[in-house]
């Protein structure tokens, strides 16, 4: 630990703390660096920090993973998608694919990516195929597929879009009146391309204080200093701890492409629901792009469809209601060489960071410091 | 996906930049930069091949070391029970 990641954590060990303040972050990439740091060890007992919302991969519909799957067994599409999304599974009868990755085992051409650049350099490769992009993502990929399509895409590139904003389920979560948290600690680039502003609605509706922060433990710990400051002295405001990279109105550029782009949508969170104004659709006149309107998906009767799989509580851990390790699949049945839920698959999700960080004891009851 | 890595810009041709970060290079979009000036040795940080906001040498580096300390943490395959 740094010098200066050591000088907050003295600050943070001086103050008078309440008995228990529970500080929610909505970003894998946050959840990561706390995690390998062992903030949550360093940190008083005091102080809990909840792994929230902060997974594209594992909110995505799973409605949007089974199309996908669909797309590339049925239609002869080249499909395309983050390498994320290829293990992250459906709830289908036994003995059928059960993810991309098993989709291509069957024969799908189905191919990981790392970039929207790839997409259109493999559609441009392959005139003769129709490709498509299951891309999802937050605002910070959101963006990039935005400017992909602004910039011009082959007219055999398609997108299966599951976009997704990551303000409008904190906020489902503060007005529900079950928010299990008493602060927020906002994702750092997703503030960078959208602003900071975003994230008033926390301090401005709800009187929680809230700090943005980078991905190093000295801007974790100096947002985490920060929100406790706020909630002692009872005068929450919204503090920018990653002044770095994040501005004032964000990057002009991309949420203008967002704009023009994509329209705001009310979209389903897997395992959660519909939330208000928090997915992105393609605008109207970008229908042409439009994988779902190109390939009509037939009605199908699923069991299960939506859900997340059997036994899992992937929607407790990304609602922040449950530690990875207190739902009854984690390194039991659910470990990242067999995972079960998409929490366990994704480089974001909470499971899939805790077990890498070592953390292999399922249910312990006292999690928090085991992290 | 969603990890940002800080690059910098060695050779600009329109909206596109050739980067290179710990000796890797890769193609970046600077489309999402359009309002800003862009040059070589500039530092950037590149989400899912795009470049979203510029950024300082100190900055870069230090999120470099981070990664550093990250990769040495993780095990870059799936490991089992």
Redesign the interface.
């Known amino acids: 630990m740094t010098v200066s990641a050591r000088s907050w954590l003295e600050r943070i060990r001086a103050l008078n703390l309440p008995e228990r303040i529970r500080i929610l972050n909505v970003c894998g990439g946050h959840e990561r660096a706390i995690t390998q740091a062992g903030l949550r060890t360093a940190l008083p007992n005091q102080v809990e920090l909840i792994p929230g919302p902060g997974c594209p991969v594992c909110v995505c519909p799973e409605e949007d993973v089974y199309e996908a799957m669909r797309l590339a067994l049925d239609e002869d599409v080249l499909l395309v998608a983050f390498g994320d999304m290829l293990r992250v599974p459906v709830n289908v009868a036994k003995g059928e694919p059960r993810c991309l990755e098993q989709a291509r085992a069957a024969g799908g051409d189905i191919r990981p990516i790392a970039s929207p650049l790839e997409a259109v350099a493999i559609a441009q490769r392959h005139p003769r195929r129709q490709v498509v992009f299951f891309a999802a993502g937050f605002e910070t990929t959101s963006a990039p597929v935005a400017a992909m399509m602004a910039a011009g895409v082959p007219g055999n590139l398609s997108i299966l879009l599951s976009g997704r904003r990551t303000w409008p389920a904190v906020a489902m979560l503060l007005d529900s009146g079950e928010a299990r948290f008493d602060a927020l600690i906002a994702p750092g680039h997703v503030a960078t391309v959208m602003g900071p502003e975003e994230w008033s609605f926390v301090v401005d509706r709800h009187a929680m204080p809230a700090a943005i922060a980078g991905f190093n433990p000295e801007s974790l710990l100096a947002a985490t200093y920060s929100v406790l400051r706020q909630s002692m002295e009872g005068r929450p405001f919204l503090d920018n701890c990653y002044p770095e990279l994040v501005r004032p109105g964000g990057n002009p550029t991309a949420r203008r492409q967002l704009d023009r782009v994509f329209r705001v949508i009310d979209a389903n969170w897997r395992g959660i629901g519909e939330i208000t104004a928090s997915g992105y659709g393609l605008s109207p006149d970008r229908a042409a792009s439009d994988a779902r309107l190109r390939f009509p998906a037939p009605p199908v009767s699923r069991r299960r469809a939506g859900e997340m799989p059997p036994g899992c509580d992937c929607a407790g851990v990304v609602l922040g209601r449950i530690y990875p390790n207190e739902c009854a699949l984690y390194g039991r049945a659910c470990t990242p060489r067999k995972p079960i839920g998409p929490c366990m698959v994704s480089d974001e999700g909470a499971c899939r960071i805790w077990w890498a960080a070592g953390l292999r004891e399922p249910h312990e009851h006292c999690a928090r410091k085991q992290a | 996906?969603?990890?940002?890595i800080p690059m910098q810009v060695r050779e600009v041709d329109g909206?596109m930049a050739r980067c290179e970060a710990k000796g890797v290079e890769r193609?970046v979009?600077l489309?999402?930069?359009?309002?800003e000036t862009v040059l070589p040795d500039d530092y950037v940080?590149v989400?899912?091949?795009?470049a979203?906001?510029k950024?300082?040498e100190t900055?870069a580096r230090?999120?470099w070391e981070?990664y550093d300390?990250?990769l040495a943490?993780?095990?870059p395959e799936?490991?089992?029970?």
């Open positions: 996906m969603c990890l940002g909206f193609q979009s489309f999402l930069l359009q309002e940080m989400h899912v091949g795009y979203i906001q950024m300082t900055d230090s999120a981070l300390q990250m943490a993780s095990p799936p490991e089992g029970a």
